[in-house]
C-alpha cells in the first residue's frame, strides 16, 4: 500500500489496480490476488444501515448470478467496522423488502475500511463530499488487474446496476472483438470499428463487405 508517501495519485484507468490485505464480511482479503484471472467490481458506499447503500446492496445482490455468468468478482467496502457489515447484511436478510424483494443474502465480500487506508488507496474519499465517508466509487478492473474504467457518484444518488453490467459486457465485448462500443450501445447492437490508421486502411474499409460506412473514420458492423 502507498497512499502514505508524497507520490500518491488518484487511481486512473489503464493502471494496475492497486494491492490491499483487508478484513471482509467473507473473511480476509488479499485484492486483487485473490481473483487472478476474473474481472473484478470494487466499489464503496458510504456507510452501512443508510437508505439509499440499502437499496443499492439489494439491487447488487439480485445481480449476482448474472455478473458470476460474467466472469466477475464484487468486492464492497465502506469505512464501517466488521460488526456492522454484517449486522447490516443481517438486516437486510431478515427485515428488508424493498421492490418485492426479500429474503436477500447478501454473498460478496464487504470489506472493513476503518483506518480507511484502502478508501484513500483508490481515491474513494472526496472530502467536498464528505470527510468521513466513501463516495459511491466503481472501479472495474479486468483480469490482468489493470484498471478499466471508473464511476463515481454522489451521496445522494444511488447508481444505475444496468449500467454498471453494460460496462463489463462492452469491455468484455471490446477485448473479444478488438472493437469499440458506440453512444448508447447495448449487448446485441452494432459495434464500431476502431478508426483507420492509413490511407490505405481508410480506402479499404469503406469496400469491406459486412461493415457500414457512415464515413470512412465511422462503420459499424453487427457481431456474429
Ligand atoms: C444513503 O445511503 O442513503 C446515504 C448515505 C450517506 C449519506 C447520504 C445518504
Not at 462500443?181 to 476502431?194: E, R, S, T
Request: with cysteine; glycine share 6%; proline share 5%.
Amino acid at each position: 500500500m502507498e497512499n502514505s508517501n508524497n507520490n500518491w495519485r488518484m487511481p486512473r484507468i489503464g493502471d494496475q489496480a492497486p494491492e490491499f490485505r483487508a478484513m471482509t464480511t467473507k473473511g480476509k482479503l488479499n485484492f486483487p490476488g485473490d481473483y487472478k484471472g476474473y474481472w473484478k467490481i470494487l466499489f464503496s458506499h458510504p456507510a452501512d444501515f443508510t437508505p439509499v447503500c440499502t437499496t443499492e446492496f439489494i439491487a447488487f445482490a439480485k445481480m449476482q448470478e448474472e455478473f458470476d455468468k460474467l466472469n466477475t468478482k464484487l468486492v464492497g467496502l465502506s469505512v464501517d467496522s466488521l460488526s456492522s457489515h454484517i449486522a447490516w447484511v443481517r438486516n437486510i436478510k431478515e427485515k428488508i423488502e424493498w421492490e418485492g424483494n426479500k429474503n436477500v443474502d447478501i454473498d460478496f465480500p464487504i470489506v472493513v475500511d476503518l483506518s480507511k487506508n484502502v478508501s484513500t488507496l483508490y481515491g474513494m474519499i472526496m472530502p467536498g463530499e464528505s470527510n468521513n465517508a466513501c463516495v459511491r466509487a466503481v472501479f472495474f478492473i479486468d483480469p490482468t488487474d489493470k484498471i478499466r474504467a471508473i464511476i463515481y457518484y454522489p451521496l445522494v444518488l444511488g447508481r444505475n446496476f444496468d449500467e454498471i453490467k453494460r460496462v463489463i459486457i462492452g469491455l468484455q465485448t471490446a477485448d473479444a472483438h478488438d472493437v469499440a462500443m458506440p453512444a448508447n450501445w447495448q449487448p446485441g447492437k452494432d459495434v464500431v470499428l476502431h478508426y483507420p490508421i492509413t490511407t490505405d486502411e481508410a480506402v479499404a474499409r469503406t469496400a469491406e463487405e459486412g461493415l457500414t460506412c457512415h464515413e470512412w473514420y465511422l462503420c459499424s458492423k453487427k457481431l456474429q
